[in-house]
């Protein structure tokens, strides 16, 4: 099963910024909706945002609101999300998902077929 790549983590100080990118090629990455999820230690894993297969709709978590933007290049097969303004509490491995559908259905890790195996984000203070 192919599954999503993340890559683009790294430490960065507060204020900072990070692209995340993410290629999946195992299903027509042109007609799947993707998200980002993240996982902090002690804290339940969380919906970060999430674009329709055409890039025109998306959707993003209260949190990151303003600062995250996601999108996505289907002649690359890759979706990104630029995170600006980086706080500490945004520190945690963030995670790529893959629909079965071509428009976002939920916020939930459930709603996804398929998620990559993260790439760690350390925000310092």
């Known amino acids: 099963q192919v599954l999503p790549t993340e890559s683009g983590g790294g430490l960065v100080q507060a204020g900072g910024s990070l692209r995340l990118s993410c290629t999946f090629s195992?299903?027509?990455?042109?007609?799947?909706?993707m998200a980002w999820f993240r996982h902090a230690p002690e804290k339940e894993r969380e919906f970060v945002a999430a674009v329709s297969w055409s890039g025109l709709t998306t959707y993003y978590a209260d949190s990151v609101s303003g600062r995250f933007t996601i999108s996505r290049d289907n002649a690359k097969d890759t979706v990104y999300l630029q995170m600006n303004d980086l706080k500490p509490e945004d520190t945690a491995v963030y995670y790529c998902?893959?629909?079965?559908?071509?428009?976002?259905?939920?916020?939930?890790?459930?709603?996804?077929?398929?998620w990559g195996q993260g790439t760690q984000v350390t925000v310092s203070s």
């Open positions: 998902a893959a629909s079965e559908d071509q428009n976002v259905r939920g916020r939930k890790w459930e709603d996804y077929l398929s």
């Open positions: 195992g299903r027509t990455f042109s007609t799947t909706a």
